[in-house]
């Protein structure tokens, strides 16, 4: 695996605010990734759906997260993650990202440090929480225990 | 309802080219692109030998197959799908210029009651994205979840 970007300080939480979501970004995400459920673009079928308008795929969330989790862990060294979505996004929604390191690890000789990202709307709630693991040769001491 | 039968089977093959301009498209979706999904210098100013797949963009490829014929394939019913979590595991780069190839399989399934009613199903899928030179590159896994019918 490389290890880019490993070998700097890692903050111990970063925050980045993100928005407002609009729907041309939600339409740009559904050709990148090629999600054209009509349930993200179609105003008419979202509310025959019984939904108020169109949503944002969880996808673009964690999407959103793993940038915030490449530029500030490295990304070339990331190991692993998850993300679970909680909420829908909706358009006009700003998005607060935040990773908070939670430990470090020892795998097969690796170092590795562990931390949370939440995705949290103007309203507090959590729309997305992950978990991100990456490769650090440098000790976070505020982590430990 | 899904059996837990299903558990093991193959439900479809992908063939995906990781191409540098859909990871541009993908990188300007999500909003602000680290200059190193955009252009080649950049990415090789950074120590990356191409420009680098972002971390989540093995979703492409899910999307290269046949979503519904899955979701029918599993027993499914399309209006009360929604995927609950996705998680990867990264074991070499990926880089505009690969081939990334994999089998999605069906890992798990659970059933417990619905928070509204019914009977919710979890089935967790899995693909393993191989590169060009049969190397495991990503790991991929679906949480897809149907939720239950009030009666």
Redesign the interface.
């Known amino acids: 695996?490389?290890e880019?970007?490993t070998r700097r300080p890692i903050e111990r939480q970063v925050e980045r605010r993100?928005g407002p979501v609009t729907r041309t970004?939600i339409v740009?995400?559904a050709?990148?990734?090629?999600?054209?459920n009509p349930m993200h673009h179609d105003e008419e079928f979202a509310r025959s759906?019984g939904q108020t308008t169109v949503f944002a795929m969880?996808?673009?969330s964690?999407?959103?997260l793993?940038?915030l989790?490449?530029?500030w862990l490295g990304?070339?060294a990331?190991?692993?993650?998850?993300?679970?979505?909680t909420a829908k996004v909706w358009p006009g929604d700003v998005l607060v990202l935040r990773g908070t390191v939670a430990g470090q690890e020892l795998v097969g000789g690796e170092r590795r440090v562990a931390a949370t990202l939440e995705a949290i709307r103007q309203t507090d709630e959590i729309v997305a929480r992950g978990i991100v693991t990456a490769a650090s040769d440098i000790a976070v001491p505020e982590a430990i225990g | 309802m899904a059996d837990r039968d299903l558990i093991g089977i193959e439900i479809d093959h992908v063939e995906f080219p990781v191409e540098a301009g859909?990871i541009r498209?993908?990188a300007?979706?999500?909003?602000?692109p680290?200059p190193?999904y955009l252009s080649v210098e950049a990415a090789q100013a950074?120590?990356?030998p191409a420009i680098?797949a972002?971390?989540?963009f093995s979703?492409?490829a899910?999307?290269?197959r046949d979503q519904s014929a899955m979701v029918a394939r599993l027993g499914l019913e399309l209006?009360r799908i929604?995927?609950?979590?996705?998680?990867?595991?990264?074991?070499?780069?990926v880089y505009g210029g690969d081939r990334l190839s994999g089998t999605r399989i069906v890992r798990d399934v659970t059933e417990r009651a619905g928070r509204r009613g019914g009977t919710m199903t979890m089935i967790t899928v899995e693909t393993e994205l191989r590169n060009q030179r049969g190397e495991l590159a990503v790991r991929q896994r679906d949480l897809i979840i149907e939720t239950g019918v009030v009666s």
Do not use: C, N
């Not at chain 2, 300007?28 to 602000?32: H, I, K, L, S």
């Open positions: 695996m490389s880019l970007g993100v970004q740009r995400f050709g990148a990734g090629g999600d054209f759906a969880g996808q673009l964690a999407a959103m793993a940038r989790a490449a530029d990304a070339g990331l190991r692993s993650l998850s993300v679970r979505f | 859909k498209e993908f300007v979706a999500v909003g602000d680290d190193i950074a120590g990356h680098p972002p971390p989540t979703v492409v899910g999307h290269w209006g929604v995927v609950g979590e996705v998680q990867w595991e990264y074991h070499a780069p």
